[in-house]
């Protein structure tokens, strides 16, 4: 091995003159492609996994350390033919573990005040850094350019009881809310970090990491069960398992707290990721009931039944589900966490089409697997419902989620069918892919039988949504500027944000002109503000004065949008719901 002129000199003495870089295939730790370990005499040693037979493989390395002025390569990277990876050849220091076994610590370290100035450790990354005396800041100013915001570096080998350490960039401190992005810039800054650096530690098969609180335990403990979620239930391999722990002793209860927000946001993830044929209306109510058993003290499921449909002459969503198979069923549960059972309740709707075909109006086949997540709406519901009493939170609330399927057969409506909602309004059935709001229809006047403090229903509504806003916030539509206030602090702080919309009688005008019918689902001037004339239909069911229509469409899905949720269903917006329910249930006052 070539060792240039580094072989005496201490650490320190090495950090401050000309570093020297050794490229080395010395053992297979993990699977990413440069990973940094910290061995006397060297400062950083690289290995790289994969060793191509040109050199090219060293392109990564060399940009990552441009501070360094001399790199040495050790010979076997030069003549290997085959990766030479093996754990058991790994001459790792003694007391040293690694991989399965071991445990990962995740530190954050801030932005430097000055431009392109070295990293600034948070409290946890200090003590650390004084445990290791000094070394992971040494090791962190000498392995490249200032860590940025949202990436990570990983070190092995400076703790015994931390075999991977991995540091992730937090960005500038005390970022505050920013009133253009309208969100938490700290908050929403440690959950994308904690998440990428969880993912890390998974990717090495680490099975446990302890993380820095960072400032806030729950961000960062939502960052870590978001960023880690996967649904992975129907695979035979599935990624490793890896439990966040909250590292050091200080802020448990709000570690805690941030675990349960994003498990709700996982359930309804869970819900919509997964096929229709495995979460039909009974499979999802069943799950839901399931989930609640938990708290069987203070919440009552009723699973209704088609039969209890149509004797609440729910004839706007029976037109839906007579279509399928697939019997509908109406989800309805209560929890009661207030301090009297007959408290005015919170009443959650939720749009539960577990599979919108379109019907006879039937949608193009190219990405109409998607619309398995078509109940996203009472998925996100009956999630914050569930974790609003594993919170205990002290109000009531009642869920309701109208549950069938859109599918084209025999029995499907057909466009130009008249059907006649609950409150005895007729709708003309102008399309039938419009079928979600012949749903709510019928749920909302329903929903109104409970003296309700507050309405909100939540539903992947309309294309148009996605059109208007895409995935940066949900479309909320209300009578209401109190419950808007609510909703839209709340968003501030969970980052999964709301923006109002409006509700014009201009919409309403047209909905309402239609040939046979009081109402047409669908707007006269068919896509123009397809959202709002879809509102505009749902208003005419409601007659509470807190009501709010929360589009969801943009929302279900994410591709890389928001960086501590993994490609899929997103869950959004079950964070903002339980806020604004745990907030609402500080808040005694309901105005006029
Ligand atoms: N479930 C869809 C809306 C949707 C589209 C949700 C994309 C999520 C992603 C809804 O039932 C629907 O099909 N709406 C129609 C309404 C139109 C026919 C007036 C739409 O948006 O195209
Ligand atoms: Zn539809
Ligand atoms: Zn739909």
Known sequence: MCRDGAGTSSLGDLCQRPTTLIITNFFLISNLNLTSFSLQPFPLVLSQQTLLRSLSFLTEPLQVLKGCTQVSLEPSVLQAEQPQFSQSRSPLPRGYSRGAGGKGLLLGAYASEEEGGAAQLSAAGDAFDSRVSGRLRELLAACGPPLKKGKARIFHGLHQDFPSVVVVGLGKKNAGVNDQENWDEDKENIRAAVAVGCRQIQDLEIPCVEVDPCGDAQAAAEGAVLGLHEYNELKQKKKPVVTPQLHGSAGNEAWQKGVIYAEGQNLARYLMEAPANYITPIKFAEYIEQKLGNFASNVKVHIRPESWIATQQMGAFLSVAKGSAEPPIFLEIHYLGGANAN????????????????????????????????????????????????????????????LCENMPSGKANKPGDVVRAKNGKTIQVDNTDAEGRLLLADALCYAHNFNARA???????????????????????????????????????????????????????????????????????????????????????????????????????NKDEVPYLRKGMAGRPTRTLVEFAARLSQDSHNPK
């Open 455 to 557: 309405i909100v229903n939540a539903a992947t509504l309309t294309g148009a949504m996605d059109v208007a806003l895409g995935s940066a916030a949900t479309g909320v539509f209300t009578n209401s500027s109190w419950l808007w206030n609510h909703l839209y602090e709340a968003s501030i702080v969970t980052g999964d944000r709301v923006w109002r919309m409006p509700l014009f009688e201009h919409y309403t005008k047209q909905v309402t002109d239609c040939p046979l019918a009081d109402l047409s689902n669908i707007g006269k001037y068919s896509r123009a503000g397809g959202a709002c004339t879809a509102a505009a239909f749902l208003r005419e069911f409601v007659t509470a004065p807190h009501w709010a229509h929360l589009d969801i469409a943009g929302v279900m899905a």
């Open 343 to 402: 408290d005015s309740p919170l009443v959650f709707v939720g749009k539960g089409v577990t599979f919108d075909s379109g019907g006879i109006s039937l949608k193009p086949s190219s990405g109409m697997d998607a619309m398995r997540a078509d109940m996203g709406g009472a998925a996100t519901v009956c999630s914050a419902i569930v974790t609003a009493a594993a919170l205990n939170l002290p109000l009531n609330i009642i869920g309701l989620a109208p």
